[in-house]
Nanobody
């Protein structure tokens, strides 16, 4: 399984971005697909996940501003980020988990990772 994230960039506070992640590999459309982020000097943290059936879950810090979605036919997952804040600045990683479970907010639970895309929000 390979994951490739792209679509980060520089945006002003209050703006929006929509990073994407292309997934490839056998049965990937049945996997849980998620987004994590890592700010400079901080640990990687959970952002959101989406099950193959459309169920989603968000970190409290992004709830109401970010929306995760996926296109199973194209093996793509997206993260619509609105009303961005400087504290959202981070490298954003997409991840895949073979077996769905409760929680799924820890990096250790995911089986595959993409290379990350940088999002910078200026104040």
């Amino acid at each position: 399984v390979r994951l490739q994230a792209f679509g980060g960039g520089l945006v002003q506070a209050g703006g929006f971005l929509r990073p994407s992640c292309a997934a490839s590999g056998r049965l990937v459309s049945s996997f849980v697909l998620g987004w994590f982020r890592q700010a400079p000097g901080k640990e990687r943290e959970f952002v959101a996940w989406a099950r193959w059936n459309g169920n989603t879950y968000y970190a409290d810090s992004v709830k109401g501003r970010f929306t995760i979605s996926r296109d199973n036919a194209k093996d793509m997952v997206y993260l619509q980020m609105n009303n961005l804040k400087p504290e959202d600045t981070a490298v954003y990683y997409c991840a895949a988990k073979r077996i769905s479970a409760i929680g799924m907010t820890f990096t250790s639970e995911y089986d595959y990772w993409g290379q990350g895309t940088l999002v910078t929000v200026s104040s």
